[in-house]
Each structure stands twice: as structure tokens, then as C-alpha cells.
């Protein structure tokens, strides 16, 4: 989507919200490097279902307990309108051994996409 100023914003669609836990990523020169530009990545980890087998590395993920869809020029943009909370880029999925959770290798303050 064009925000009229020559810079194209993607919009994103919700696929699905699912309850989720989360493991930030404290150890490795690579995450303590990443901390010092201002990223934070982290492993979140869902029941694994039809709908989470769909999801791949081009998706993102949202913490919707720690923002608003408000009306706004630019922005994350989901259905039209602007997101304020947390939104991760997902970098790897991985289904687990037992086949029962999906890990998302997700990290912000990158660019999105």
C-alpha cells in the first residue's frame, strides 16, 4: 500500500490468535549484538494446529495484549488500520519432536517483513 509519500507500507492480515508462551533470548555474541542495535529476539512457542502449520517465515506475530488497532497514516498496518503494541518478525519455525507445539524464532526492531 502507497502512503502517498513514494514508500510502500504492507498491510498485513490476521490470520489466527492463539495463546502462546515465550522464551527470551538472553546467551550467543549474535543476540547480545542484535541487543546493542536496539533487537530483541525471543522463541515463542504455540499449540501446533492446522492453521499454525500455515503460518511461514513471511508472517508476523503480535503481542495483542500490548497494543491497539487505532486509525493512522503509517505503521505496522493490519486491515486498514495501524497496530501500536509489539510485533515480531518470525525468522525460523520449527515443529517439535513430540509434533504437538510449533517454536517461532521471532525477533523485533528489525524491519518489518
Known amino acids: 500500500m502507497d502512503r502517498g509519500d513514494g514508500v510502500t507500507v504492507g498491510k498485513w492480515q490476521e490470520q489466527f490468535q492463539t495463546r502462546a508462551g515465550v522464551i527470551n533470548l538472553r546467551g550467543g555474541e549474535a543476540i547480545i549484538a542484535g541487543r546493542l542495535q536496539g533487537q530483541h529476539s525471543q522463541i515463542v512457542f504455540i499449540r501446533s494446529s492446522a492453521l499454525a502449520r500455515l503460518a511461514t517465515t513471511e508472517w508476523r506475530a503480535r503481542d495483542v495484549r500490548t497494543g491497539a488497532i487505532v486509525d493512522a497514516p503509517s505503521g505496522d498496518m493490519i486491515d486498514?488500520?495501524?497496530?501500536?503494541?509489539?510485533?515480531?518478525?518470525?525468522?525460523?519455525?520449527?515443529?517439535?519432536?513430540?509434533?504437538?507445539?510449533?517454536?517461532?524464532?521471532?525477533?523485533?526492531?528489525?524491519?518489518?517483513?
Do not use: P, Y
Not at 509489539?86 to 517483513?113: K, P, T
Open 80 to 113: 486498514g488500520k495501524r497496530w501500536t503494541g509489539a510485533s515480531f518478525n518470525i525468522r525460523e519455525i520449527v515443529l517439535s519432536d513430540d509434533r504437538m507445539w510449533l517454536d517461532f524464532l521471532c525477533q523485533s526492531g528489525v524491519a518489518a517483513g
